[in-house]
C-alpha cells in the first residue's frame, strides 16, 4: 500500500498552508502549462488521480466535463474536498492508486498532479490507465522531475566560492526516498525519466508532450521565490493517448 503521508496530522496542516492548498489552481504556477496539455474536455469523462482538495475536479467540470470522479487514499482530502464542492456530477472516493480499478473504456481523461512520485511502480498504473481510456482518450500528469527526487537527500549544496548549486545524488539508483518535508519520513520514489517514459510505450500510449517545466520570468517577476525553480527541473508534465 501507499504510504498514507497526507493523514498524517503534521503533514496536512502544514500542507493546509500551501500556496496550492489555500489558492487552488491559481497556487500551483505549473498549472497554465499543465491546462494547455488537456484535451477538449467538453462532455467528456475524468478520472482525477490523487485528487486532493478537488481543485483539478472542478476546473475540469468549468471546462465542460460531463462528469468527474476524484480518488484519493487520504480521508482529510477527501474530507476537504466534499466541504469544497457543491456538484452532483463530482464523485469523490477513497482509494490506494496501488489497487485502483477503473472500467475499461470507461474514461476520456485520466488526470494525476503530483501523486504519482508516491508510487512504488508504475507500470501497473499505466496499464489499468490504458485500459480505462476510451480510444483516443489522454492520460494527463505531473509528478516530480528525477532531478529533484535524486537529490531528496542532498538538495542546494555550497561550493568553495560560496556558489549553490543543485547536488544530484545518484540519479541511475532508482528506488525509495525519504524526506522530512512538512513531517518526518515521507516516502517518494526516484526513477530516471527514461523509466517513466518507457512504462508508458510499455502500456501502450503514445507520448504526446514531456515538458520539463521551469517559471517563466514574468512569473518569477510575481513570486520570486520561484528563481529557486529555474536552476533546475522540479517537476514534469506529460501528456500521453490511447490511440486504439
Do not use: C, I, M, N
Given at each position: 500500500m501507499t504510504q498514507n503521508i497526507y493523514d498524517n496530522p503534521a503533514f496536512f496542516e502544514g500542507y493546509?498552508?500551501?500556496?496550492?492548498?489555500v489558492q487552488g489552481l491559481d497556487g500551483a504556477?505549473?498549472?497554465?502549462?499543465?491546462?494547455?496539455?488537456?484535451?477538449?474536455?467538453?462532455?467528456?469523462?475524468?478520472?482525477?488521480?490523487?485528487c486532493g482538495y478537488g481543485w483539478f475536479c472542478r476546473a475540469a467540470r468549468e471546462l465542460g466535463a460531463a462528469h468527474v470522479t476524484g480518488i484519493d487514499i487520504s480521508e482529510k482530502m477527501l474530507t476537504r474536498a466534499a466541504e469544497l464542492t457543491a456538484d452532483p456530477l463530482i464523485h469523490y472516493q477513497r482509494s490506494d492508486l496501488d489497487s485502483l480499478s477503473l472500467d475499461e473504456n470507461s474514461v476520456d481523461l485520466v488526470?494525476?498532479?503530483l501523486?504519482?512520485?508516491?508510487?512504488?511502480?508504475?507500470?501497473?498504473?499505466?496499464?489499468?490507465?490504458?485500459?480505462?481510456l476510451k480510444p483516443g482518450g489522454s492520460l494527463v500528469f505531473s509528478m516530480e522531475h528525477p532531478i529533484y527526487t535524486c537529490a531528496s537527500r542532498q538538495g542546494w549544496l555550497t561550493d568553495d566560492n560560496g556558489e549553490r548549486f543543485w547536488g544530484v545524488n545518484h540519479y541511475q539508483d532508482e528506488g525509495q526516498r525519504v524526506s522530512n518535508w512538512l513531517a518526518d519520513g515521507v516516502i517518494k520514489y526516484h526513477r530516471t525519466l527514461g523509466t517513466t517514459l518507457n512504462a508508458l510505450i510499455r502500456a501502450g500510449l503514445t507520448i504526446s508532450n514531456v515538458n520539463e517545466w521551469g517559471p517563466t520570468q514574468a512569473q518569477i517577476d510575481a513570486w520570486s521565490a520561484?528563481?529557486?525553480?529555474?536552476?533546475?527541473?522540479m517537476l514534469v508534465l506529460i501528456a500521453a493517448r490511447k490511440d486504439q
Open positions: 493546509a498552508q500551501l500556496p496550492r492548498s504556477p505549473e498549472w497554465p502549462a499543465l491546462k494547455s496539455l488537456l484535451p477538449d474536455l467538453t462532455g467528456k469523462s475524468v478520472v482525477d488521480l490523487g488526470y494525476s498532479s501523486a504519482l512520485h508516491y508510487l512504488p511502480e508504475l507500470d501497473t498504473l499505466f496499464a489499468k490507465a490504458q485500459r480505462a520561484l528563481a529557486e525553480e529555474a536552476e533546475r527541473p
